[in-house]
């Protein structure tokens, strides 16, 4: 629904109406009405537009708009904290994302976002552990995403292996017309032989220190 504001000017009396007339001529009381023609799925596509263009600010005062229009658009809430997140304002995706949460508890998305908001932030790793677990559950179809987000969770959790395992699915799995993706999933998983690696060379040292103790 259209969200309407108007401010209305009425002078009823008709003794104002002439007293009026005589001071101002002929011109009468102008009636303004303030209307915002667009629906909240309007505003969020001109956000998008504004994002792409790297209007950010822009892109913020429509998402927050949309959500003026319906403070229940989850769509809204998730690009809004999609967009806080890109530049870095966790508090606040955080905040977007727990009020998705509670009006669509299993959107798998929102709970994959939120399982990223504790990765930067390095905090409640378990709990993004849970997160992105359930987000695979009740959404298989986006599972190569999810299993990118797991990978990182599982290396920060100092998991190596099964980090590999995920992100390895994940880089077999991603869309290919997903580039950008792709490439960051392959980092990731780059990262996790990287530190596997030198898991497995801190403990053939650690071996051969205590042979040599011996």
């Not at 994959?112 to 987000?135: P, Q």
């Amino acid at each position: 629904m259209k969200h309407q504001r108007s401010v209305i000017r009425q002078w009823t009396p008709m003794l104002c109406i002439a007293s009026a007339l005589l001071l101002f001529g002929c011109s009468l009381p102008k009636i303004i009405v303030l209307h915002d023609p667009l629906t909240a799925e309007e505003h969020d596509n001109l956000g998008r537009i504004y994002e792409s263009q790297g209007k950010f600010d822009l892109a913020l005062e429509q998402y927050r708009e949309a959500l003026r229009q319906d403070k229940k658009h989850v769509p809204s809430l998730l690009l809004l904290g999609d967009l806080l997140y890109q530049t870095n304002d966790y508090a606040g995706a955080e905040a977007a994302y727990l009020k998705a949460l509670k009006l669509d508890p299993k959107n798998g998305d929102v709970l994959n976002n939120m399982a990223w908001i504790y990765i930067r932030t390095e905090r409640k790793l378990d709990k993004a552990k849970e997160l992105i677990s359930e987000a695979l559950t009740l959404n298989p179809a986006h599972r190569p995403y999810y299993l990118d987000t797991l990978g990182v969770v599982l290396l920060k959790l100092g998991n190596s292996a099964e980090a590999i395992m995920a992100l390895q699915e994940a880089v077999d799995t991603l869309p290919k017309d997903r580039q950008d993706l792709l490439t960051e999933a392959q980092e990731h998983l780059a990262d996790a032989r990287k530190t596997a690696g030198g898991e497995i060379k801190y403990r053939e040292g650690a071996q051969r220190q205590k042979e040599l103790q011996k």
